[in-house]
């Protein structure tokens, strides 16, 4: 039962990058792919921080903010600049690689026997049970504020603006800015992912990030296949289906590599299950 | 009170396309009066309220809402003033929202989206009150989706919307005209009844003969960019419908019109 275990260990992990899948894409509408990027440099500069012995918090804090800053500038690039959305995001996340191979110094680096967040209640924080708690404990208080955010003022104008722009301009809203604070959230999300899988995994890895808004979207695919059970899924039910949905399509891959298919396969494996993740809920549609 | 002033507005200009659509258009609309506009297609209508609500902005001329010079803001800067009901009942609300969250947005929309949470039970009470003014029986649906209702259900609840925070002006962009005849009569008779009760300076763009004759203080009929007819409705002197059918550019005039 251990890859059980460790893709549910990896999917509390990633639960924040789905977070932000979940907003940029199904909140506010956007096919943001920084994720690709601002979830590396998330790892990265959790790397660096925890090497140079860098408080936790402040480690955690900066890769928000760092992460939350290369949303912003797809948000800028796409929303002033009139750029199409999905290039500003290829864009930023192409540049970024560039950033974090200059901020690392080079292609990986290990963080073993530094202090690092599983370290935070126990002294020993190799261990299952006390990574188990912290991810639970982090990726629970993540979701709950998110709930509670999405339940504000804002967050109603937050998911007004995805839904029907003519109508929330009509409501006082500047869209566009809301549009950069919105990628903003949603990559400083992905980027404590990055702060997380980082320390999971023991390495940062500047290709560690490509590919990964497959993942996210899977995840956040799933939760809606979840939710076509639902008929009003509100807004708390949709984040813990994402979280869920993380949960899901991590031990899915699990399972996969536990069959014994190659590693070499796990991407097309990946490709393959977010079709199929995609697919179902038309199939049952138009049935 | 809005006041337009020589404003014009050509689309496309220098090019084979160019129209103009408002051509130093000057118009004063005093704080409570009902405007009808009327006109055939192209006249400069749609672009008239388009420039009022900041959708578009005017090559020349200035446009003032209560005094404040508004030419240069964007549109949803001047949602401080304007309450919009679009001619697509769709654009009007959020479908994927709940209709309280919609109305929750259009309780505070002249003021900040804050980080706080506005849904409580006396926030639902109060637009339970007011959406049960309309009855259609909504207001014991306020957690269903918006997309759920239909056009003429999600219109009606469009004009509450619009009172729901410190509404001044009313812009009614052909409201009915997606909608059935029984659907269009709740509408209509709704924002009839808002904007005297809350004293709103509207304006409604038309084709509809009945609205024409039925609604408004003041008529006027626009044609290439300018105003053509400036009609001051006053009591006792109803509007000839024949007039009225050739100022809105009708060839045939049916025997029971109206």
């Not at chain 1, 813990?240 to 891959?253: A, E, K, N, R």
Request: charged share 15%; with cysteine.
């Amino acid at each position: 039962m251990s890859f059980f275990l460790q893709a549910i260990l990896l999917g509390l992990s990633l639960s924040c990058l789905s977070l932000g899948i979940f907003i940029s894409m199904k909140i506010f509408n956007i096919p943001d792919i920084t994720a690709d990027g601002s979830y590396t440099l998330g790892a990265v500069i959790t790397g660096l921080g925890l090497v140079k012995g860098w408080p936790i918090g402040w480690v955690m804090g900066l890769a928000f903010l760092c992460s939350a800053l290369a949303g912003s500038l797809t948000g800028f690039i796409g929303t002033q600049l009139k750029v199409n959305p999905l290039l500003s995001g290829i864009l930023v996340s192409y540049g970024l690689y560039s950033v974090n191979l200059s901020l690392l110094g080079k292609s990986n680096i290990a963080l073993i026997q530094v202090r690092n967040i599983f370290a935070i209640f126990v002294k020993n924080g190799e261990s299952t049970q006390s990574q188990t708690w912290v991810l639970v404990c982090f990726v629970s208080l993540v979701a709950f504020l998110v709930i509670l955010l999405l339940k504000t003022d804002f967050g109603i104008a937050m998911r007004a603006t995805g839904n029907s722009e003519t109508m929330v301009r009509s409501m006082g809203v500047n869209t566009n800015r809301m549009k950069i604070m919105g990628l903003a959230l949603a990559n400083g999300l992905v980027g404590l992912s990055g702060f997380l899988v980082a320390q999971y995994q023991g390495y940062v890895d500047v290709n560690m990030g490509i590919g990964i808004v497959i993942t996210g979207l899977g995840s956040v695919g799933l939760a809606d296949a979840f939710l076509n059970f639902f008929p009003i899924p509100k807004v708390a039910l949709r984040v813990l289906g994402v979280v869920l949905g993380t949960l899901i399509f991590q031990s899915l891959l699990g399972v996969a590599i536990s069959l014994g298919i190659d590693p070499n396969f796990l991407k097309l494996i990946t490709a393959g299950l977010v079709l199929l993740v995609v697919i179902i809920p038309l199939i049952k549609f138009t049935k | 009170m809005i006041q337009v002033e020589a404003v014009s507005k050509t689309f496309n200009p220098g090019t084979v396309n160019e129209v103009k659509a408002l051509d130093k258009l000057t118009l004063s609309i005093p704080t409570g009066q009902f405007l009808v506009v009327i006109g055939s297609n192209g006249s400069g209508k749609s672009s008239l309220l388009n420039l009022l609500s900041g959708g578009l902005k005017p090559d020349s001329g200035q446009i003032f809402l209560d005094k404040t010079l508004v030419s240069g803001l964007e549109e949803y800067q001047r949602s401080r003033w304007i309450s919009h009901i679009f001619q697509n009942p769709l654009a009007g609300t959020a479908p994927d929202l709940s209709i309280l969250d919609n109305f929750r947005l259009a309780s505070i929309r002249t003021h900040p989206k804050s980080l706080f949470i506005g849904i409580h039970d006396t926030f639902r009470k109060k637009v339970q009150e007011k959406i049960s003014l309309l009855g259609m029986g909504l207001e014991n649906k306020l957690d269903k989706l918006m997309g759920t209702l239909s056009g003429g259900q999600r219109q009606a609840l469009t004009l509450i919307m619009a009172i729901m925070d410190d509404a001044k002006i009313l812009l009614l962009d052909e409201p009915t005209a997606a909608l059935d005849v029984k659907s269009a009569r709740i509408v209509m008779e709704t924002a009839s009844r808002i904007i005297e009760e809350y004293s709103l300076s509207a304006l409604l763009v038309t084709h509809n003969l009945r609205d024409v004759l039925q609604y408004g203080d003041r008529v006027i009929q626009m044609g290439e960019g300018r105003i053509l007819k400036d009609i001051l409705k006053s009591p006792g002197v109803e509007l000839d419908i024949r007039d009225v059918y050739s100022w809105m550019d009708r060839e045939i005039i049916p025997d029971n019109a109206g």
